[in-house]
């Protein structure tokens, strides 16, 4: 019994280190008091553990500046490419009185307004729809109240504001919320100052402002342009108002323009009797604007970029379009007034590929200008 004892004894004890050395010989991985020798994953014999990560690549130097390009030559940019235009042209008369002026009729200016007139805005709204106009301003002196006349309207054409600004020099001014300010004229500075002063009244009221019948107004007797056109930003020149010397309102339009001012032309009848409505009344010569679509705001636009071409008034007078194509690709993108700049060493191309002209032979005068083309 003794001797069976002692078997049983080691035979116990061989199986306690068999089943010490089962569990890593007291040496497991995160056992209560058991050191972590850093093994990971299962099977990795005990002390070795995961290797070492690699290093982090050192980072790319920063480029150091270049001053100066060696290879770098000043070559103009491509430019870069236009469309055509997109509109109509819509014809106008940008001179126009009713008895709203104090000398709007024959009789009332005869008799100094002792007179009644006879010069409705409705007599010269429906001259204009005779002649085929398609928008029309009424340019009476220093004054709005033409447009509260409830024979102020028309379901034939649109109607703009408009005004004949100011003693002298005269000026239309065509949009404006109000009438225009006649600037003060202070003890000091130019004699063109108030009619600045003008001009900044009605391009703060978003109007458009046109010098009228420059040949009187803007030149003194000997046909020198006066103080008055040192004007700075005037949209429009009358060039061509029948009642005045269409060659010296051209002539002052060019001096103006050979100075670097830009400006479009325009052409009226500055009407103020029906009386003359034969050869003299609204539409006898025509100022035809390039607009988007036929609205007020479109049409101010198209003025004040001076998109506009001028020619007789009649249903067989000739109707001349100026485009031009300063690129050479074909696509006649400006209109005149449009600045356009060409590649240098490349002539630009103008033309006339859109004219359609009434009546061959029979009309007597149309011109288009380009006074704003900036051609190198």
């Avoid at 199986?15 to 089962?22: D, I, N, P, Q």
């Avoid at 430019?79 to 042209?89: C, T």
């Avoid at 006898?284 to 998109?307: M, S």
């Avoid at 002539?347 to 004219?355: D, E, I």
């Amino acid at each position: 019994m003794e001797q069976g004892s002692g078997i049983n004894r080691w035979l116990g004890l061989g199986l306690l280190l068999l089943a010490l050395a089962g569990c890593g010989g007291g040496g497991g991985s995160g056992g209560a008091g058991q050191p972590d020798d850093g093994g990971g994953d299962p099977g990795t014999p005990p002390g070795q553990g995961n290797p070492d990560p690699e290093p982090e690549p050192e980072p790319e130097p920063e480029p150091e500046p270049v001053y100066f390009d060696p290879e770098w030559r000043n070559e103009p940019l491509p430019a870069a490419p236009l469309e055509a235009p997109r509109g109509q042209w819509l014809a106008t008369d940008t001179h126009v009185h009713t008895d709203h002026s104090s000398d709007g009729s024959m009789w009332r200016q005869a008799s100094d307004d002792a007179l009644p007139g006879n010069v409705a805005a409705a007599d010269q709204i429906g001259q204009a729809v005779r002649q085929d106009l398609d928008f029309l301003a009424l340019t009476d002196h220093r004054t709005y109240d033409q447009h509260w006349d409830p024979l102020w309207t028309s379901g034939d054409l649109l109607l703009i504001p408009g005004e004949e600004a100011n003693g002298r020099p005269h000026a239309n001014v065509f949009g404006a919320v109000d009438t225009i300010l006649d600037g003060m004229d202070g003890a000091e500075g130019a004699e063109h100052r108030p009619t600045q002063q003008s001009l900044w009244d009605a391009h703060g009221q978003g109007a458009v402002w046109q010098s009228n019948h420059p040949d009187r107004d803007w030149s003194d007797d000997d046909g020198t342009p006066n103080d008055h056109a040192s004007l700075i930003g005037g949209d429009l020149i009358e060039v061509w108002n029948i009642a005045q010397d269409k060659d010296a309102q051209l002539a002052y339009a060019e001096s103006r323009w050979n100075l670097g001012l830009e400006t479009g032309v325009t052409a009226s009848s500055d009407n103020h009797f029906r009386e003359l409505w034969l050869g003299f009344g609204p539409g006898t010569v025509k100022t035809h604007v390039f607009a988007p679509v036929v609205t007020e705001r479109a049409i101010l636009g198209a003025l004040r970029r001076g998109h506009t071409v001028l020619s007789q008034g009649g249903a067989l007078a000739p109707f001349l379009t100026l485009e031009a194509d300063a690129q050479g690709d074909g696509v006649f993108e400006a209109l005149p007034g449009d600045a356009v700049m060409a590649p240098a060493g490349q002539p630009a191309g103008a033309g006339a590929p859109s004219a359609a002209v009434r009546g061959a032979g029979q009309g007597r005068w149309a011109f288009g200008h380009l006074p704003a083309f900036l051609l190198r």
